[in-house]
């Protein structure tokens, strides 16, 4: 069984900091409510992608003969085909897999530098994702890797557009490669269960027929108008109530190295999605047993700014008995290990009154990382719903990129370094 | 010139959340005259422990010949060797390099057995890190792994011990495997430029007189009494200010894909150092110009919670010239772009009030990266006094480990699901 389990946020467990089933009224109605019908107003594109036909994601020529995938993108064009590539094939995959994967989600140009040295650029299947088609380091580094390519004698078929305009897909059309669209009202944090995610996977090997069944399950479960049978407007609404208790931060602290990646998506999901206007909450993407060597201290006896989302997965792939003798570890395995570790965590917190929430996985694979991924996007859209928020747009970013064009252009000044407020070391 | 341009904090920049001359007073010579105290007293072993003969950390055996290196450590016996080593071979390393060096940092099993579907025992050389000893998943790998390099006839050169003590040393005298000890007053989080992170390092290739060097210099420069010349000191008297200012959250956010696991190693200094008595700041470990695309939304529009640090290098190993005609990226370096990315990014912030500093470097290599890492070290010290708290101990943690131990022992009962607050999923 696969559960969410929100016992340690309660009164019963966690005390005086904890929730009583009157805190929980009303607001989650709400929520529910508005989301429905933004829904039903055609505004909520990564409801109704999962619904597609998979057909749609088909590469249209021999993509299995290439060795190695890239795929370059940024943010939400990228993350979730991360998080699902390797909560999928695990760690160390390149060393493990026939298939070497890479992926340039950087204008740090040792990233590219680095893959060129390891891919051949003939044998390799390169995925250019961008939804505006105007990215500026997903540009950059396809315009380079394209004129590379194209001077090595590469063909229209190593390279595969995912985009809905811009540049990107003007080139595409140009050159004739193979584009997929991404839906208009399907936002790129929200975009992985959808042509973004789901076309390079495919080509990795991932069985995407089970990745959108477990997000189609999850789905029916996050329709539920009762809040204690609906996990995701559960979750919002514990973190809701939360963030008006001073909980500014929100810990996702899986206890698997293949869940890492999804911490990572999850970051910007909740960053982005609700960060605006003096509004949100930090989110902080943490690794179990790891971190424990690290932040735990911290969220045990720092500021009681904190709520923990513990993920657990009881079957791991491979295990080991460890056998040393008269060691208390004796006769236990390190899944063994890692999972009372988490459990042994989760007592601590509550003992001290920090709230946390566990979701407990029996596997980890295809169908549950589905599950997962859509579980969280619900889970935003409610709670964007709660806090009075858009977490459909992210305005507030546009900033930075006009005065980085700006400096490249040479409309602005570059940095003058003054001599008051700075130190030389 | 490398410079910490603190800049964007002062009134000038930032407007009425910054800070005048005014407000520096005071704080920065009490801390700076208590570090030194301890000092003196002999508690601050970070500090001397950079002039030992590094002579002392030399393997007594052909250890070039192993084709592996294998680390096993957490936390503080790990993270600083991967800051280094990352930062200094770069990502991708072994991809390109023939020497392959892996990192054993966490109990989940499937590392473990990931790692060994790569590695050959015969041919690895494995560090033991661990200062008591007595770290549970460390001491849980290694019994592992050293059963199997007995039944593969792996001799005692292929093991090296580092530690000062518990289980672990007495199996190295035991077994007579090389040990390097630690010295008592070297705190864990602290000790990367001791025997911990210098005897793997130098093993790997890293020139460990170049760090150290870097480090001393350092030195000097985090011990002048004057405030306006001391970058430790300073670094600490801002964020000790804006943390009494609301900013509760500290972000260190280098545009440089090898320094990543340098922030990693910084998370765990300024959580666990000054996360106590419910004191502290939440450290986030963030990457540019990736993250733009991830958090940049919530850090500008956001909670104003947060103050940034930006890392900066001016040279790149390997650069690419942009040539597609007529856009704005025409003639320009994907080095150019990522640097302007982050000028422009800090200017935005600035103008939002978002208080942040930057350290620029000309280039990261040993001796720099020594420099960094022993201003973070001296910068946590000196935070600590002005937080009033001890930044060398860590007794929280404790708890869980108790619990885990019961667990594992049973004396404490394994988890009950009660259906009461469980959503099944």
């Known amino acids: 069984?696969?559960?969410?389990?929100?016992?340690?946020?309660?009164?019963?467990?966690?005390?005086?900091?904890?929730?009583?089933?009157?805190?929980?009224?009303?607001?989650?109605?709400?929520?529910?409510?508005?989301?429905?019908?933004?829904?039903?107003?055609?505004?909520?594109?990564?409801?109704?992608?999962?619904?597609?036909?998979?057909?749609?994601?088909?590469?249209?020529?021999?993509?299995?003969?290439?060795?190695?995938?890239?795929?370059?993108?940024?943010?939400?064009?990228?993350?979730?085909?991360?998080?699902?590539?390797?909560?999928?094939?695990?760690?160390?995959?390149n060393e493990l897999n026939e298939k070497k994967v890479f992926f340039l989600d950087n204008s740090d140009p040792e990233l590219l530098y680095s893959i060129l040295r390891i891919v051949d650029l003939k044998e390799t299947l390169v995925f250019v994702v961008s939804k505006s088609g105007n990215t500026v380091e997903t540009l950059a580094n396809f315009f380079i890797l394209k004129e590379m390519m194209e001077k090595k004698g590469c063909g229209k078929d190593n390279i595969v557009i995912i985009s809905?305009?811009?540049?990107?897909?003007?080139?595409?059309?140009?050159?004739?490669?193979?584009?997929?669209?991404?839906?208009?009202?399907?936002?790129?944090?929200?975009?992985?269960?959808?042509?973004?995610?789901?076309?390079?996977?495919?080509?990795?090997?991932?069985?995407?027929?089970?990745?959108?069944?477990?997000?189609?399950?999850?789905?029916?479960?996050?329709?539920?108008?009762?809040?204690?049978?609906?996990?995701?407007?559960?979750?919002?609404?514990?973190?809701?109530?939360?963030?008006?208790?001073?909980?500014?931060?929100?810990?996702?602290?899986?206890?698997?190295?293949?869940?890492?990646?999804?911490?990572?998506?999850?970051?910007?999901?909740?960053?982005?999605?609700?960060?605006?206007?003096?509004?949100?909450?930090?989110?902080?993407?943490?690794?179990?047993?790891?971190?424990?060597?690290?932040?735990?201290?911290?969220?045990?006896?720092?500021?009681?700014?904190?709520?923990?989302t513990f993920i657990r997965v009881k079957r791991f792939r491979g295990d080991f008995n460890i056998r040393y003798r008269g060691h208390y570890l004796e006769d236990h395995t390190l899944s063994q290990l890692i999972n009372l570790q988490q459990l042994g965590t989760e007592r601590a917190l509550t003992a001290r009154g920090v709230p946390n929430l566990s979701i407990v996985l029996k596997d980890l694979d295809e169908y549950t990382l589905g599950k997962l991924i859509y579980m969280y996007e619900m889970t935003t859209a409610f709670m964007g719903e709660m806090l009075g928020v858009n977490a459909f747009d992210q305005p507030a970013v546009e900033e930075g990129k006009r005065i980085t064009r700006e400096l490249l252009e040479g409309r602005a000044k570059g940095e003058e370094v003054l001599e008051e407020y700075v130190i030389k070391i």
Chains 1, 2 share one sequence.
């Open 1 to 93: 069984m696969d559960y969410f389990k929100y016992t340690n946020v309660m009164r019963e467990k966690l005390g005086r900091e904890g929730l009583s089933l009157e805190d929980m009224e009303g607001i989650g109605d709400m929520a529910y409510r508005r989301i429905m019908e933004k829904y039903d107003r055609e505004e909520l594109g990564f409801m109704e992608v999962i619904y597609r036909d998979i057909g749609e994601y088909s590469l249209n020529h021999r993509y299995r003969e290439f060795k190695y995938i890239l795929v370059i993108g940024m943010g939400g064009s990228i993350l979730g085909t991360q998080a699902i590539y390797e909560g999928v094939k695990g760690i160390y995959a």
């Open 164 to 308: 809905s305009g811009g540049v990107l897909k003007e080139i595409g059309e140009r050159e004739d490669y193979q584009i997929f669209e991404i839906p208009e009202n399907v936002v790129g944090r929200f975009s992985v269960l959808s042509s973004v995610g789901l076309v390079p996977l495919s080509a990795m090997g991932v069985d995407i027929e089970r990745l959108i069944s477990g997000a189609r399950d999850m789905d029916k479960i996050c329709r539920r108008d009762d809040l204690f049978k609906n996990p995701a407007l559960m979750n919002a609404l514990i973190h809701h109530l939360f963030l008006n208790r001073g909980k500014s931060i929100s810990v996702l602290m899986p206890y698997m190295e293949r869940l890492y990646r999804f911490s990572m998506w999850y970051r910007q999901l909740w960053a982005e999605s609700l960060g605006k206007d003096g509004k949100g909450q930090t989110p902080v993407a943490a690794l179990g047993a790891k971190d424990q060597h690290s932040q735990l201290q911290l969220y045990l006896d720092g500021p009681r700014d904190k709520i923990i």
